[in-house]
């Protein structure tokens, strides 16, 4: 007799597999550009339900990684995006008041758990301690919740899992994850993809032609290396998109990727101008 994990093991196609579900499918599954091994390891971590961190800086695929995953597994995605006002009860639901009447409604933790989604926490840094208190009885071996509200615990499904994203190189975000809740997850690193990567995901993303999205990333290589810009946080790939998009649409490209690379960036003006000069000798 097959175990949960091994059915639930073969139910996860490839994405040969999702293609060949037909044109609809394919039609729906995000472009995601692999980068190294992430894809493999969210697949095993889904099927070994082993919870998920993936850490990086802003704009570098973590979102759109995840959308891909969860067309590809097969489970609706349910994202929270967290700041610092998000509690455990945002996340679990509350009562709320209908035509007279009190009624319970489920948070999106509470809709996660119920259905067999795949929740993604983005930013969890950021939500207050007690809502991060709420996926620690998710992510050991009880995999379940408490609504002390209303005195319902609930199983998660063999189908649930936890993705939470975390930004370490977040300045305005001291906070850090405490350990006992780290320890609970698998880790994927995500970086800015390497130039060849990148060309691709410019290009493709904002419908641009190779030259100009090859242009775009030289003028982001040169900008993370310059260190002594000591920007909160270097060029993402969103940031060039939105660039390529800008010159796709009709923008002359220097005034696109001052407008949507070396303003963005940062206030001072002369890191701008510094940003701006080495815009106008690349592209
Ligand atoms: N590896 C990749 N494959 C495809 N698109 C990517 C990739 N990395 C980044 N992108 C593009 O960059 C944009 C920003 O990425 P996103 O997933 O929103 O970043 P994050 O969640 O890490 O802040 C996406 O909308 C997508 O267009
Ligand atoms: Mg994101």
Not at 118 to 132: C, H, K, M, P, Q
Not at 156 to 170: K, W
Request: charged letters at 25%; a negative charge; one cysteine or more.
């Amino acid at each position: 007799m097959k175990t949960n994990q091994t059915m639930l093991a073969e139910s996860v196609p490839s994405l040969d597999q999702v293609r060949e579900n037909g044109s609809d499918a394919s039609a729906k599954i995000a472009f995601y550009l692999p980068t190294g091994n992430e894809v493999d390891l969210c697949i095993h971590a889904y099927r070994s339900r082993i919870p998920l961190m993936l850490k990086g800086p802003t704009g570098c695929g973590k979102t759109r990684f995840m959308e891909h995953m969860a067309r590809r597994i097969g489970r609706e995605l349910i994202t929270v995006s967290c700041n610092e006002d998000t509690s455990a009860t945002d996340l679990l639901g509350r009562h709320l008041i209908r035509g007279g009447d009190t009624v319970w409604t489920d948070g999106p933790v509470t809709r996660a758990v119920r259905t067999g989604a795949i929740l993604y926490l983005d930013e969890i840094a950021e939500a207050r301690a007690d809502a991060i208190v709420v996926i620690h009885s998710l992510t050991d071996h009880r995999r379940e919740i408490f609504l002390d509200r209303t005195g319902e615990s609930i199983q998660a499904s063999d189908d649930f899992m936890v993705v939470i994203s975390y930004n370490p190189g977040y300045q305005r975000s001291l906070r850090e994850l405490k350990p006992s809740t780290r320890q609970r997850f698998a880790s994927i690193t995500f970086g800015y993809p390497n130039e060849r990567e990148e060309i691709r995901i410019v290009a493709h993303e904002a419908e641009i032609d190779a030259a100009t999205a090859k242009k775009l990333v030289g003028i982001a290589t040169k900008i993370r290396q310059l260190t002594e810009l000591s920007l909160l946080e270097s060029v993402s790939t969103r940031l060039l998109i939105a660039a390529g998009k800008l010159i796709a649409s009709g923008i002359p490209p220097r005034a696109a990727c001052i407008a949507a690379i070396a303003e963005p960036l940062d206030d001072e003006a002369e890191t701008i101008a510094a940003i701006r000069q080495l815009i106008e000798i690349s592209i």
